[in-house]
Nanobody, 111 residues
Framework: EVQLQASGGGLVQAGGSLRLSCAASGLSFDDYAIGWFRQVPGKVREAVACIAKDGSTYYDDSVKGRSTISSDHAKNTVPLQMNSLKPEDTAVYYC?????WGQGTQVTVSS
């Protein structure tokens, strides 16, 4: 069974950093594009950052310059480093590949 697990969320002061991680079992991230998404109440789920299997990346304008998506082939994980966090970054963060969604991890940024 393919499973994804997001982790690394928490409570942080504005300007702080978090490193989220997406881990997979049952598939290799080497063969798929991976995306990080977030959702807040009253809003649709939106893409934050994605990485293709060739290493090319995409960032939403809201996090561009503050976040870095990468891949750890040895660990079969996709981390998302988030720096200079803002209160508007508060959301539940999810990872996705091949329309398989992991359980989200809560990020809360205080003013």
């Amino acid at each position: 069974e393919v499973q994804l697990q997001a982790s690394g969320g928490g409570l942080v002061q504005a300007g702080g950093s978090l490193r989220l991680s997406c881990a997979a079992s049952g598939l290799s991230f080497d063969d798929y594009a991976i995306g990080w998404f977030r959702q807040v109440p009253g809003k649709v789920r939106e893409a934050v950052a994605c990485i293709a299997k060739d290493g090319s990346t995409y960032y939403d304008d809201s996090v561009k310059g503050r976040s870095t998506i990468s891949s750890d082939h040895a660990k079969n994980t996709v981390p998302l480093q988030m720096n200079s966090l803002k209160p508007e970054d508060t959301a539940v963060y999810y990872c996705n590949t091949e329309n398989i969604w992991g359980q989200g991890t809560q990020v809360t940024v205080s003013s």
